[in-house]
């Protein structure tokens, strides 16, 4: 299947700090999705991005398609204790349904 | 409303035994997944139904595994002789079936365990 490197693995933060993740692919994505874990449960959806060059934003997240159509990045602003969990990088190719995930992005906050 | 739903949450069983896991996806979603998260990495693709048919089962390790939707709706995912490497969290996912937009809802998983 598709690779999707995912750095960092891991982090820890500051309360307040802002966290900046990325991924990048060995090819072209016409999707790039950003998900976050949290023990027990399954990934849920935070930002969507459909387009090369698109930057979105959802609250204190922001995330940004590359122009390449090969990497995304996922900023968190300010961040606060219930930004702990997990991260990944997801995304598909034109009409492929499967998403092809990353290794995930451990965040822990220190307060 | 309701989300996607798996049942059972944790399964433990013996190596070489059958297993059967359920999923119950959104209403008026199509689209069926199944993957397979094992621990420290990101889920891996297993099968995708669209309808009560397997588009794809491309992800599907090997014919241990198979996976049924009859009614289009509630899939069954079956692993017969259970390995040890079998262990993991399998998660659903469902979604509208609407090519470019499209958006997976995922149901909180199934943990395996085999012993």
Redesign the interface.
Known sequence: ?QQ?N?SPQSMFIQEGEDVSMNCTSSSIFN?WLW?KQDP??????LI?L?KAGELTSNGRLTAQFGTTRKDSFLNISASIPSDVGIY?C?GNSD?D????????TTVTVRA | GAG?SQTPSNKVTEKGKYVELRCDPISGHT?L?W?RQSL??????LI?FQGTGA??DS?LPNDRFFAVRPEGSVSTLKIQRTERGDSAVY?C?S?F?Q???????????TRLTVL
Do not use: M, R
């Open positions: 299947g999707l995912q999707t998900y027990g449960e399954g990934p849920v959806l969507a459909y990944f997801a009409n349904y499967k998403l092809s995930f990353g290794a995930g | 996607v689209a997944y993957y420290g990495q990101g889920p891996e693709f995708y588009a794809d992800g998660l996912a979604s079936g090519v470019g937009t499209d958006t997976q809802y995922f149901g909180p998983g």
